[in-house]
Each structure stands twice: as structure tokens, then as C-alpha cells.
């Protein structure tokens, strides 16, 4: 099943896919989108271009297991994504995976701009292995 992840940031949006076999996440691309609207509409496009059967959202759960202003629009998010795209839409918890995917670029030693372009995508990867490897066991 290919599966498409979104990471929802406050200027950009991450977004990684899985293979057929849901063995590997992958980046995929970075939305600067500010616009619910427009955002909506993009991520829906990449879905169906990508031929996705459903689409993993991330939830920004606070450190302390609750959840605040940026959970309840993740969830607003996806209600709407589901409406729009009218596939399967699963939130997942994402706490951490920044910090990850900024020691992820650390080690490959991506920097500046380069990082700025990434860092979104690259949580949106850990996000959906997270996602992956929860189905596995």
C-alpha cells in the first residue's frame, strides 16, 4: 500500500511516501504554504498523483501526553484531508521527530539553506516509519 506522510510545520509542510511493500519511508517534498486552502489542495494533488491509499498525519502531542493548539489544527488538518481526498487518514505521533531529523542532517552534515529545504520532509520519513514500523509488530 503506498502510504503518503505530511508533516505539518508553521511555514512549511514535509511530506514522505512509502513503498508498495511499506518497508522504507522516503522524503519526498517540501510545501511552503501558509494557506490552509491552497496547502489542502496541494497535498491532495500529490496524493492522487502518487496514487496514495492513505495518508499519515502528524500529531504534535506535547511532551507531557497532552495535546494543545498546533494537535487541534493537525487534527482539523486531517478531518479535512479526508474529506477532500476521501481516503484513509490516520493521525500518528510525531514528538521528537524534528529533533531526529535535525541529528539526521547533523550527521550528513546538511547545512543553511539546504537544511531549511529538508528538515520538514525529513520528519515527515520519521514519521512514517514510525507509522511502518507500528503496523509490523
Same mark, same amino acid.
Given at each position: ?13 514535509? =511530506? ?23 496547502? &489542502? ?24 501526553g497532552t495535546e494543545g493548539d498546533s494537535a487541534k489544527s493537525a ?5 479535512? =484531508?479526508?474529506?477532500?481526498?476521501? &481516503? ?39 514519521? &512514517? ?9
Amino acid at each position: 500500500m503506498v502510504i503518503l506522510s505530511v508533516d505539518l510545520g508553521k511555514a512549511r509542510t514535509g =511530506l514522505a511516501i512509502c513503498d508498495e511493500a511499506e518497508m522504507l519511508a522516503t522524503p519526498l517534498a517540501q510545501i511552503n504554504e501558509k494557506n490552509v486552502d491552497v496547502l &489542502l489542495d496541494k497535498v491532495s494533488n500529490v496524493a492522487l498523483a502518487r496514487q496514495a491509499e492513505m495518508i499519515i498525519v502528524g500529531l504534535p502531542i506535547n511532551m507531557d501526553g497532552t495535546e494543545g493548539d498546533s494537535a487541534k489544527s493537525a487534527r482539523d488538518f486531517a478531518a479535512k =484531508l479526508k474529506d477532500k481526498t476521501k &481516503l484513509l487518514v490516520r493521525m500518528q505521533d510525531e514528538r521528537g521527530t524534528t529533533i531526529t531529523a535535525h541529528k539526521y542532517l547533523n550527521a550528513t552534515n546538511t547545512r543553511g539553506m539546504k537544511r531549511k529545504n529538508v528538515v520538514d520532509s525529513v520528519a515527515a520519513t520519521i514519521i &512514517l516509519q514510525n507509522f511502518l514500523d507500528s503496523r509490523k509488530h
